[in-house]
């Protein structure tokens, strides 16, 4: 049955700029189509929405960290374990699922391509068979670059196109799909239990700074034109004055301009803005600066950015930013992992209690919603929780709720223990608004698909792009009466369809379809001193062969889905 | 050197008490590639090492065969001089059917063995042969081999 | 004539050297040089040729003899064994790839099975202590690069991991450690002199068991305090030369093994080792990392834990997955006698578990998949040689520092043998078949 008709349903595509209409959505052969002959299976929609697939742009759901927090916490699964049931795996883990319930969870709330936001290259194998081990959604993952050797040599004498030659290179070996920087420098100087915390810390013995990273990056990327920009997590997250480290980072955009055959605009998106956008000296007058941050972003259309919601829940938080990591354990003396990886990143693991009674945490809430709030293009920010470290991805719906009505946050801001602190340290109490389903559907959909350089493919319905589409049992013409129902209606789809096979009916996973591996292939001149260079490092620094390390055979990528990209004529 | 007679019935035999452990040795993990079925994986794990202070307290020759019995087992293997010594009052034998018939199989609610620290009484035994590795399970677990 | 193959994986131990090297026939049917490897891998690759090899499934018989079956009536075997059972158990998973353990845990859940690796008698407990109180770690190549303080506690590379100092911890020259071996101070902890020990600048001769004592002690040592005259048979001023050593280093790394893992204590060596290692992260920059043995505990870990949520002994028989070592875990499931059928796959729980769980499984319907005759393929009712992992069959591998490294076929198999894979294969979708899932 490869043709379907979804009828009726009130329909929001910022793509084709429809704003609730009811319309019908037809589906053929994997693709939305104009129309459909008489033999399709009608899925009723009246009364409901029907928006695209979401897109996540940035969540940690498949790798060696992501795995360590599942080794280590076997209390997450405590009181989250779901038997197996028809097709269903058994799964388990409340802020850490396991890969199988990771998939199906994504699919029941209407996602349909998610991006593991931090891939340590040297792992790549480990990162792949956990993103194949995820059923349903599309997948690709950013490997890391910011604290990578290479990178920080050729940067140093400012030697992009060698830069970019090796980024091709990495892309291709692992099969990656976009430049990732976490906290640029500082986590090579974690490597000597050191760190950057401003963008002009040098680096201990590579004597390179966090700008000169960041720039260099930004060149390399629109000199091969990828599809997706450099993608930041920037210096000194999360302590009480960050903001001017992150305006200090977002300025490093300034003058640049986009260079791609994918349709993106921005040079620079910056992850998890809610971590980083924070005043005050010390805990005690920590506040949000969250209107000093939206300011610029709204001002410099060559940025976009995601939120980095807190939910409120007991979650781990996982972070190639390993001495934020270090530091947090020494906050909250909850267990520590750590991983440094040899030429390239390292990675933490704490557990951490975002308790409604902490006026900290209800201060970082308060952020986190300030910001899309206040943030006038949706098409530039993305509503994530940096999942798992503000909170589960289980928790959009939650998100949804307290976006779209007043009321929600309000019950939210007279629950917490310190709400005058919330009041007078945030704006969050003067803020009226509630965001639109069109406005949702640019935040979760068109937008975040248009920054990954996907928007020809997905985020929207327009005829032609792949049929990834859900249908909320969510009636806009009827006037909402509890919030709640809000949540209840954006955590189980009526319907999903994934490149046109409807995998979720009526809450439940009724196939898994065949999801794919997104990935970048970048091509660019030979380059033989970047060749002679990637040849040196194995042999002498590396504790494995190159050829090993190029290994990711069919059984890795059973799927796979590449991006061409030829900047051979740069 | 000193000069011994070899223990016979007609004397009081004497026995030690050691600390046994276990563990891992190069001749141990070529044995048990080469196949643990072979003679090769009972001259690498059918031994115990034992410090020759305590050998001399046993009044045992190097290369004897002893019984060590411990409170859950008892195995013959054979003894030879502490080749990672010394260690007096620790004794070694390889990881293995022979150590496994008398390590402390206790968990203590940790899933894991204790492996490493076992009370042994060792006694002479140079009459008693050394069972082949699979041989030695076998007839513990009351399976006929072929 | 004959071709080399490079950059080969030796499946031996958690060390996964990737630089072997290996001659085979063109043909690609022998194999009969290895270079690079230490002498255990080099023996695991040159036996894989030996014309003594069990070739096909055998079923034991009441006399003791063997009689040869099939593949399929094997399958069928395994398949009934397990739809039959209400509390199978399916260990060790340590020495085959994840592919394998991949379908080896869609079997364990539709069977409703208890499944375990090799930690159980290995680094259990270290897991254990990883949930208490976390692991500060690193890869064996920030080891290389940086690593001028390398503390072995309760491990004997020398014999358990050979390769282990020449490539990655002692001998090499990497970037920061340009004088390779005299960059770095060597500490090693054990009660024996160990063929380790007698490279190290400092032996510690423990005494056996109580390690738990040194490492506290080590903690107080660090801080200045008071210490006892003597700890663990120490004395304390070495204890405060050792503390010396290790703080006054830029990198350390404590190894450590099983004179740990599996001594009184326990899990609490662990955790006291690992609280060693974060209180020098005060002072510098420190990581511990265990010494895995098999070539593939590590893998199977990760895949249990991302399929399953749980590392090692899963307890799938509700429909969910549950984990209590001490109650789920092999030993402990097989002594108090739950346990009605055993399925073992690349490993040998015959040799190296205690003598009373093996008696267990000599009562029980029992499979043992290994290309070698074993103790447990002795005791079981059914073995079913397969193809060397890593020889004759390629497949994903972790190595002790988690990293993952793809293993090569390098040379056929005996004629129709298959891999663990292709059977578990067969016994899944008997199972399915059995079971009544689609």
């Known amino acids: 049955m490869s043709e379907y008709i979804i009828k009726n349903g009130h329909v929001y595509d910022p793509v084709q700029g429809i704003k609730g209409d009811k319309a019908d959505v037809a589906i053929k052969a994997g693709k939305i189509v104009d129309k459909v002959g008489s033999g399709a299976k009608v899925i009723d929609a009246k009364g409901k929405t029907v928006m695209a697939g979401a897109v996540e742009i940035h969540a940690h759901i498949a790798g060696p960290k992501v795995n360590l927090g599942r080794i280590y916490r076997p209390e997450d699964k405590l009181f989250s374990c779901t038997p197996t049931k028809g097709m269903e795996r058994m799964g388990g883990g409340a802020s850490i699922p396991t890969t199988f319930k990771t998939g199906y969870e994504y699919a029941k709330m209407g996602y349909t391509t998610a991006m593991e936001a931090a891939m340590p290259p040297m792992f790549s194998r480990h990162v792949h068979e956990e993103i194949r081990d995820t059923p349903i959604i599309d997948e690709g993952a950013f490997p890391v670059f910011g604290n990578n050797w290479f990178v920080m040599e050729y940067l140093k004498n400012h030697e992009v196109e060698n830069t970019a030659a090796y980024i091709a290179w990495l892309l291709r070996v692992t099969k990656g799909y976009a430049v990732k920087v976490v906290n640029p420098g500082g986590t090579e100087a974690w490597a000597w239990g050191l760190n950057c915390l401003s963008v002009n810390d040098p680096v201990p013995y590579f004597d390179i700074t966090p700008a000169e990273i960041v720039k260099g990056l930004i060149e390399a990327n629109e000199y091969l034109g990828l599809p997706h920009s450099m993608h930041i997590h920037p210096n000194n997250l999360g302590n009480p004055g960050c903001y001017e480290t992150t305006l200090d980072t977002l300025k490093l955009a300034e003058g640049f301009k986009a260079k791609n055959k994918f349709g993106r605009e921005q040079v620079m998106h910056l992850t998890h803005t809610q971590f980083h956008s924070y005043g005050g000296t010390n805990w005690g007058d920590f506040e949000s600066k969250a209107k000093e941050v939206t300011d610029y972003v709204n001002k410099n259309k060559n940025i976009t950015i995601d939120t980095g919601n807190v939910t409120l829940d007991e979650t781990t938080t996982m972070t190639a930013d390993g001495p934020f990591e270090h530091h947090l354990t020494g906050l909250n003396h909850l267990k520590w992992a750590n991983v440094d990886v040899e030429l390239e990143t390292a990675a933490g693991v704490v557990p951490y209690i975002y308790s409604p009674n902490i006026s900290v945490c209800a201060i970082q809430w308060a952020i986190g919603l300030e910001i899309p709030l206040m943030m006038k293009d949706p098409m530039r920010c993305y509503i994530t929780t940096d999942h798992p470290n503000a909170g589960p991805f289980t928790r959009y719906p939650r998100v949804i709720k307290w976006l779209m009505s007043k009321k929600a946050r309000d019950t939210q801001i007279n629950a917490f223990k310190h709400k005058d602190k919330v009041l007078s340290q945030t704006a969050i109490g003067t803020m009226d608004k509630e965001i639109s389903l069109y406005e949702l559907a640019q935040m979760t959909r068109a937008g975040p698909a248009k920054s990954l350089g996907l928007a020809g493919m997905c985020g929207g319905l327009k005829p032609g792009m792949d049929a990834d589409v859900a249908v909320y049992d969510f009636n806009p013409e009827k006037p909402v009466a509890n919030p709640d129902d809000i949540e209840k209606a954006f955590s189980r789809c009526a319907a999903v369809f994934k490149s046109g096979v409807q995998v979720v009916q009526n809450g439940e996973i009724v196939s898994t379809g065949h999801k794919r591996t997104l990935w970048v292939n970048a091509k660019v001149r030979d380059n033989p001193q970047v060749v002679r260079d990637i040849n040196e490092k194995f042999l002498k620094y590396y504790s494995m062969t190159q050829a090993n390390y190029e290994a990711l055979g069919h059984h890795f990528v059973p799927n796979p889905y590449a991006l061409e990209v030829d900047a051979t004529n740069v | ?146 | ?438």
């Open chain 2, 1 to 146: 050197m000193h000069q011994f007679i070899l223990p016979t019935e007609e004397y009081i035999v004497a026995t030690i008490n050691v600390n046994l452990i276990s563990g891992r040795t190069i001749q141990q993990g070529v044995a048990i590639e080469s196949g643990k079925e072979k003679p090769s994986y009972r001259t690498a794990c059918g031994i115990i090492e034992i410090d020759p202070s305590d050998l001399k307290k046993l009044g045992a020759w190097k290369s004897t065969n002893v019984r060590v019995t411990s409170d859950y087992g008892s195995v013959i293997v054979k003894a030879i001089e502490a080749t990672q010594g010394p260690h007096p009052g620790v004794a070694f034998i390889p990881m293995g059917p022979w150590a496994n018939s008398i390590v402390n199989p206790n968990t203590y609610s940790t899933g894991m063995p204790t492996f490493k620290g076992t009370p042994v009484r060792v006694e002479i035994a140079a009459n008693e042969p050394v069972m082949l590795g699979i041989e030695l399970v076998q007839k513990q677990c009351g399976v006929k081999s072929a």
């Open chain 3, 1 to 438: 004539m004959s071709k080399t193959i490079t950059d080969v994986i030796c499946p031996f131990c958690g060390t996964l050297c990737d630089d072997v090297e290996v001659v085979v026939s063109d043909d690609g049917k022998k194999l009969t040089e290895v270079y690079n490897a230490c002498v255990i891998g080099t023996e695991k690759f040159l036996h894989s040729q030996s014309s003594d090899r069990v070739t096909r499934p055998r079923l034991h018989q009441e006399d003791g003899s063997w009689k040869e079956i099939s593949y399929d009536e094997a399958a069928e075997y395994t398949a009934q064994m397990l739809a039959k059972a209400k509390k199978p158990l399916m260990y060790g998973w340590s020495s085959t790839n994840c592919e394998a353990q991949s379908v080896g845990n869609e079997i364990a859940e539709i069977s409703q099975a208890c499944c375990d690796n090799t930690a159980a008698v290995c680094h259990g407990t270290t897991l254990i202590a990883v949930q208490d109180i976390g692991l500060p770690s690193c890869t064996l190549g920030e080891v290389k690069n940086r690593a001028d303080r390398v503390i072995f506690w309760g491990c004997n590379p020398s014999h358990a991991h050979p390769r282990h100092m020449s490539r990655y911890s002692i001998f090499p020259r990497g970037f920061f450690t340009g004088k390779g071996q005299m960059s770095r101070k060597l500490v090693v902890v054990d009660p024996r002199v160990t063929d380790t020990a007698k490279m190290a600048d400092v032996h510690l001769q423990i005494e056996q068991g109580k390690d738990y004592e040194l490492l506290n002690a080590l903690r107080v040592a660090f801080k200045g305090e008071w210490l006892p005259d003597v700890v663990a048979g120490i004395p304390k001023e070495k204890i405060r030369e050792v503390a010396d050593i290790m703080k006054s280093g830029r990198f350390g790394i404590i190894f450590f093994g099983m004179g740990v893992t599996q001594s009184l204590g326990k899990n609490h060596n662990i955790d006291e080792a690992i609280a060693v290692t974060k209180d020098l992260n005060e002072y510098t920059k420190f990581s511990i990392m265990p010494m895995r043995g098999h070539y593939n505990v590590t893998g199977s870990g990760e895949v249990f834990a991302w399929q399953f949520g749980f590392p090692y002994s899963v307890d799938l028989t509700r429909g969910f997955a549950r984990y209590n070592p001490g109650d789920s875990s092999s030993i402990d499931l097989l002594t108090r006698g739950e346990i009605d059928a055993m399925f073992t796959i690349g490993s040998d729980p015959g040799a190296h578990f205690p003598i009373s769980a093996v008696k267990q499984i000599a009562k029980v319907p029992s499979v043992c998949i290994d290309p070698h005759m074993t103790p447990t393929s002795g005791v079981s009712k059914l073995h079913v040689p397969v193809a060397f992992n890593g020889v004759e069959t390629g497949g994903n591998c972790y190595r002790m520092d988690n990293v993952p490294i793809d293993c090569r076929k390098v040379v056929e198999p005996p004629e129709g043998m298959l891999t663990d894979e292709q059977f578990l294969i067969k016994v899944r979708d008997r199972l399915k078949q059995l079971k009544g899932a689609a």
